[in-house]
């Protein structure tokens, strides 16, 4: 495998940061994660630490150095973040309306194809297009209540960008409401392709415009266009931006064709249990995986920095 990584976060206007981005890789497979820990719930922040953790542990275990079913992985390790979340905050007694929550995205590569899953309104961007000049754009579909209006055709995608509800979401990661968690078939990329994940802090300030900005990442080094991509969203939101991080990939080893039509403005993605005609065996996960998850994750987060500053 050929390719190269950069990614970035940064605090916005927000006291802390609850946004939380990794990538872990084998000779033979990448996995690439952004979560967003959800404003309005206490520590939210450990919901998105929990969550990149356990997808991280996952795949260290699993890889070796390939995945079986990255589909049947993306499913099962992300069922297994939102219970080991929801562990943790029964076992420190926080409410149920309070508990932490995060959105998450996920997306492995191997054998040069990418397969991805979300919950929630962090998106994957797919740049397609080896010439700058005529990159095309796809995103994943947001699971949140703006986006369920504009599929309806009640507003606009002018009126989505400054909605009241937009940043309201019905599947996340945590509380008590099951995980709507939808898994992408595989789709094979060329030489050149970026598949990019982000929190809407990243996103949403530009609206419609947004993925007109995310082409840029095509056209140029990683480590620079996202620096300008993060610098242009927090401008547009100004002092009440949200949290921003982005984690890209770009592909350099050419593959034999293109896996998805792009052309389109938001990804098909199948629903949870079906990936490439395949069925996801969702695979039962036992209370002692969940514990020692658990366990995990307190030391991590104990060893983690305060991000409450820049």
């Not at 699993?62 to 080991?84: I, K």
């Not at 986006?147 to 008590?176: K, N, W, Y």
């Not at 927090?234 to 009440?240: F, I, N, P, R």
């Not at 770009?250 to 403005?265: L, Y």
């Amino acid at each position: 495998m050929k390719y190269s990584i950069a990614q970035e976060s940064r605090i916005g206007g927000r006291e802390i940061n609850q946004d939380r981005a990794g990538s872990i890789s084998t000779t033979e497979a990448v996995l690439l994660m952004v979560a967003d820990g959800m404003g309005g719930h206490m520590q939210g922040e450990v919901a998105a630490q929990i969550a990149i953790d356990t997808l991280t542990e996952q795949f260290r275990r699993l890889a070796t150095p390939r995945l079986q079913n990255p589909a049947a992985f993306l499913s099962v390790a992300m069922r297994m973040a939102h219970q080991t979340i929801v562990r943790y905050a029964d076992e420190c007694r926080i409410p149920a309306h309070a508990a932490p929550r995060t959105t998450c995205i996920a997306c492995v590569i191997q054998d040069g194809t990418a397969c991805w899953a979300h919950a929630g309104d962090s998106r994957l961007y797919l740049v397609h297009g080896s010439d700058h000049n005529s990159h095309r754009v796809a995103h994943t579909r947001d699971h949140s209540i703006v986006q369920r209006m504009l599929d309806e055709g009640q507003i606009t995608q002018e009126e989505a960008a400054s909605h009241p509800l937009r940043h309201r979401v019905f599947s996340c990661l945590g509380g008590d409401a099951t995980p709507q968690i939808e898994v992408s078939p595989p789709v094979v990329l060329m030489d050149g392709d970026v598949v990019a994940l982000c929190t809407d802090g990243a996103w949403a300030p530009m609206g419609p415009e947004a993925a007109k900005l995310v082409a840029s990442l095509g056209g140029a080094p990683l480590n620079t266009t996202i620096p300008d991509l993060l610098d242009t969203a927090e401008q547009v939101a100004g002092d009440g931006a949200d949290n921003l991080t982005i984690i890209a990939l770009r592909w350099e080893a050419p593959a034999i064709a293109a896996g998805i039509d792009v052309d389109q403005d938001t990804i098909t993605i199948t629903v949870v249990g079906q990936a490439a005609d395949q069925r996801v065996e969702e695979v039962p996960i036992s209370d002692a995986e969940i514990e020692r998850a658990i366990a995990d994750i307190r030391q991590r987060i104990s060893r983690t920095p305060s991000n409450r500053t820049p």
